[in-house]
């Protein structure tokens, strides 16, 4: 019975990484799209832009709510629903012929990935609550490695339309869906959900762990969106050209891949705090060293390795929060901790925006957010050392 158990929920995580696949590519398949729209539709790069941000808004909007639906609906319906909806809404984006109704097929495609996240990964801690860390890694690295195929899949596509790039996550999305739905229909699902059915009273028993966490991880992941999406104009900035840029921005999220996979695995095996903090000062570290190079060489070599740490830290802090939240509060906590965090990352590229604005120098501002980080590190390591971390204890 043990065994059979086991291969119906491989079955299932096996369809869930298929599935969040697909719900990751609706989230970055715009970004390499933006040139087409400015020439298809006659906009400027500001009106293509808030196509991408639409996108990312979509997906930080409803999370509070997709708590509320967990403490009346199963997980795996919530899950199945966020599916069916991509895959309607991809299908919207596509049928696209005004600015208008792109705008609304990017924001719901974004709706989509943010329901799908907030339920799947509590989903996932429950299925395999003996290795949450290995599974919400391996998980994490599926979603990944969408983020690097993002670019050559539009490229690929644009050999017949831009369209077909959209009715692809339609399809692939209805298809895996309609395969996870029946994996779960055929898997004993975990009951541990079922204790979690008031939102406001489960998130509000876990503020301090809800705080704790942000304090943790908001800031490097404040840091690293201004990073990232800045990253291109970073590198040309150090004197590479526009195409050795985009390589090294895809070393970013190439490094990000076995990133989750390790990161889950060592998030099962130390301390959840110390190897948080760890993440923090490894990432804070590597920026700072980035700042100070300007070879080709050391600068592909810490795009590696800055994409590496920070992406080690996403696994990390899901499986520091889904191991140690409660079965009565899981859902619930985990959607308001995400709600929050997603919010945080959002305002990183318009806060660095304005600082290059004012003069300020990609090195000295980077610099300066990694020593911040390193000194939030130091507070937080001696608060832990203490005892005096909320939440920890």
């Not at 991408?52 to 199963?74: C, D, E, I, K, Y």
Request: glycine share 10%; with cysteine; proline share 4%.
């Amino acid at each position: 019975m043990l065994e059979i158990l086991t291969v119906t929920r491989a079955r299932l995580f096996a369809s869930l990484c298929g599935l969040v696949f697909f719900i990751n590519l609706a989230r970055v398949v715009f970004a390499p799209l933006l040139n087409v729209f400015i020439g298809e539709f006659a906009i400027g790069e500001a009106t293509a832009g808030l196509i991408v941000t639409l996108a990312w808004l979509g997906s930080a909007s409803l999370r509070l709510p997709t708590g509320w639906l967990l403490t009346r609906l199963p997980r795996h319906q919530v899950v199945l629903g966020s599916g069916t909806f991509l895959a309607v809404s991809s299908g919207i984006a596509a049928t696209a012929t005004t600015v208008p109704h792109l705008m609304a097929g990017a924001f719901l495609m974004g709706v989509a990935s943010g329901v799908y996240f907030v339920s799947a990964n509590p989903l996932l801690s429950e299925l395999f609550p003996s290795r949450v860390g290995r599974i919400v890694g391996i998980h994490g690295a599926a979603s990944q490695i969408a983020a690097v195929i993002a670019a050559p899949f539009v490229a690929v596509a644009l050999l017949v339309t831009w369209r077909l790039s959209l009715w692809a996550i339609a399809v692939g999305t209805a298809v895996i869906t309609l395969y996870t739905w029946l994996a779960a229909r055929n898997t004993d699902l975990p009951t541990a959900g079922q204790a979690d059915r008031d939102f406001v009273a489960g998130a509000l028993s876990e503020w301090r762990l809800i705080c704790t966490s942000l304090a943790i991880v908001g800031a490097p992941v404040f840091v690293w969106q201004g990073v990232f999406n800045f990253y291109e104009l970073y590198m040309q900035s150090k004197g590479l050209s526009d195409g050795m840029a985009g390589v090294l921005l895809t070393v970013i999220f190439a490094a990000g891949v076995p990133a989750f996979f390790f990161s889950g695995d060592l998030a099962d095996r130390f301390p959840h705090v110390p190897y948080l903090l760890g993440v923090v000062g490894a990432f804070a570290a590597s920026l700072f060293a980035l700042t100070l190079v300007e070879g080709l060489v050391a600068l592909v070599v810490l795009s590696a390795i800055v994409g590496f740490v920070i992406h080690a830290l996403f696994p990390a802090t899901d499986t520091f929060l889904l191991e140690t939240l409660p079965d009565s509060s899981r859902g619930s906590a985990y959607a308001v901790f995400s709600s929050v965090w997603m919010l945080t990352q959002s305002l990183g590229s318009s806060a660095l925006g304005v600082l290059l604005e004012r003069d300020y120098g990609y090195d000295a501002v980077f610099g300066s957010a990694a020593i911040c980080l390193i000194a939030l590190v130091l507070v937080l390591v001696g608060l832990e050392r203490t005892g005096r971390l909320p939440g920890t204890a």
